[in-house]
């Protein structure tokens, strides 16, 4: 079925308000994982399933980088989302280790999902965040999903993002103010990934 085909309804999952998983969406920046741990307590809370989403925005980074992809060899292309897809995933796995928790949130900060007996999906995809956010909300059967939103000066802490998902979905979404800091990791391709490409 194609993206723009599915209807971003609630699911048959869904009784009574019951929480069976969660999505939990992460731009992988260093805030990101306090926003996993609302998201571990909820699940805890009602022995949810957790789907762990982070979209790869391809060729979006820069003009600049649209131009260096559009001259490389489609194999090229291959391994180079290969390897990204790869780093993502590493990234999450690592976050779901006791060690960094420790590392991030002391010994008893935090929670660790290698402790909390949870089925948790890592899943790293391609193409527009929002998209992909409501696809797989729709597709892994969600009935709820919990992403972080930057705060910005004189707004809401709520961001496009957000509230475009929040007006879409059909399913509740539980937004976690991330404040003090600015992003620090693009969604994008890396530019140290492409063959040839420097970023002086």
Do not use: W
């Given at each position: 079925?194609?993206?723009?085909?599915?209807d971003?309804?609630?699911?048959d999952s869904?009784?009574?308000?019951k929480?069976?998983?969660?999505?939990?969406?992460?731009?992988?920046?260093?805030s990101?994982?306090?926003v996993?741990?609302?998201?571990?307590?909820?699940?805890?809370?009602?022995?949810?399933?957790?789907?762990?989403?982070?979209?790869?925005?391809?060729?979006t980074?820069?003009?600049t980088?649209r131009y260096?992809m559009?001259?490389?060899?489609?194999?090229?292309?291959?391994?180079?989302?290969?390897?990204?897809?790869?780093?993502?995933?590493?990234?999450?796995a690592?976050?779901?280790?006791?060690?960094?928790?420790?590392?991030?949130?002391?010994n008893?900060?935090?929670?660790?999902?290698?402790?909390?007996?949870?089925?948790?999906?890592?899943?790293?995809?391609?193409?527009?965040?929002?998209?992909?956010?409501?696809?797989?909300?729709?597709?892994?059967?969600?009935?709820l999903?919990?992403?972080?939103?930057h705060?910005?000066?004189?707004?809401?802490?709520?961001?496009?993002?957000?509230?475009?998902?929040?007006?879409?979905?059909?399913?509740?979404?539980?937004?976690?103010?991330?404040?003090?800091?600015?992003?620090?990791?693009?969604?994008?391709?890396?530019?140290?990934?492409?063959?040839?490409?420097?970023?002086?």
């Amino acid at each position: 079925m194609s993206i723009n085909h599915i209807d971003y309804m609630a699911t048959d999952s869904v009784d009574n308000n019951k929480i069976n998983r969660i999505l939990y969406t992460t731009d992988l920046t260093d805030s990101s994982p306090r926003v996993y741990q609302y998201a571990l307590y909820l699940a805890r809370q009602f022995n949810a399933e957790i789907v762990c989403l982070h979209v790869i925005e391809r060729y979006t980074q820069s003009a600049t980088m649209r131009y260096a992809m559009y001259y490389l060899t489609e194999e090229d292309k291959r391994k180079i989302l290969t390897r990204e897809r790869n780093k993502a995933l590493e990234i999450i796995a690592e976050r779901n280790r006791q060690t960094f928790i420790r590392q991030q949130f002391g010994n008893e900060g935090g929670l660790y999902p290698e402790e909390l007996g949870l089925n948790i999906v890592n899943k790293v995809v391609f193409g527009g965040i929002e998209e992909q956010i409501l696809r797989h909300s729709v597709i892994s059967e969600c009935d709820l999903i919990v992403m972080g939103a930057h705060e910005k000066p004189f707004y809401t802490f709520t961001t496009n993002l957000s509230k475009r998902v929040m007006k879409r979905s059909k399913v509740p979404v539980t937004v976690v103010p991330i404040t003090g800091e600015r992003k620090h990791q693009s969604t994008g391709l890396l530019p140290s990934l492409i063959p040839g490409f420097s970023t002086t």
